[in-house]
Nanobody, 124 residues
Framework: QLQLVESGGGLVQSGGSLRLSCTAS????????IGWFRQAPGKEREGVAC????????YYIEAVEGRFNVSRDNTKNTVYLQMNSLTPEVTAVYFC?????????????????WGQGTQVTVSS
């Protein structure tokens, strides 16, 4: 059974960094593109970054470009989201999800399987 588990969230001060992990079981992430999403209280789920399966090409929304970095470790079947220069505005539950769609997209629609999320809280 396919399962995605996020970890690495927590409480950090503004300007700090966190690295989120998304570890998969029941699926080989080499053959899936992975997206990172977030959902703040009272807001819709928002895609922030993704990495494509075929060439590990990445895409970031403008709000996080230059501060967030997606990478993958196929030996651990894990994808990471390194988040730097954090601000309180990024406080949210962060999710990873997988898709077979090869078009780089942060739209939630094409993603088939989702993790349960990990809370990221940035204090001012």
């Amino acid at each position: 059974q396919l399962q995605l588990v996020e970890s690495g969230g927590g409480l950090v001060q503004s300007g700090g960094s966190l690295r989120l992990s998304c570890t998969a079981s029941g699926v080989d992430l080499r053959y899936w593109s992975i997206g990172w999403f977030r959902q703040a209280p009272g807001k819709e789920r928002e895609g922030v970054a993704c990495i494509r399966s075929t060439d590990s090409r990445t895409y970031y929304i403008e709000a996080v470009e230059g501060r967030f970095n997606v990478s993958r470790d196929n030996t651990k079947n894990t994808v990471y989201l390194q988040m730097n220069s954090l601000t309180p505005e990024v406080t949210a539950v962060y999710f990873c999800a997988v898709t077979k769609v090869l078009t780089l997209t942060t739209s939630p629609g094409p993603y088939d399987y989702w993790g349960q999320g990990t809370q990221v809280t940035v204090s001012s």
